[in-house]
């Protein structure tokens, strides 16, 4: 199953810095396992943002919420979830 994600992220300025980086090290750790598996397809930066859209290619809704739940940063989040299906005139 295909899905298009939005992850807008809010860090709270107040956020003590070490643990700040170190949320982000597990964040790029945890999401770089994803890709290489596979599920975890396709991740672009939003231009000026601290947000990204991603292409997730999973077995279930209940493996995505998975998933985004897992994220380090998710709890700082606004996730908004697309799921995808074939377009007729995809060649």
């Not at 956020?15 to 597990?26: E, F, H, K, N, S």
């Amino acid at each position: 199953m295909l899905f298009e994600v939005r992850m807008d992220v809010r860090i709270p300025v107040d956020l003590d810095p070490a643990v700040r980086q170190a949320t982000i090290a597990r964040e790029k750790a945890y999401s770089q396992e994803l890709q290489r598996a596979g599920e975890w397809k396709h991740i672009w930066r939003i231009v000026g943002k601290y947000s990204n859209i991603s292409i997730f290619d999973v077995e279930s809704t209940d493996r995505l919420h998975e998933i985004l739940w897992g994220l380090p940063l998710f709890e700082y989040m606004d996730v908004d979830v697309t799921p995808l299906a074939q377009h007729p005139s995809a060649i």
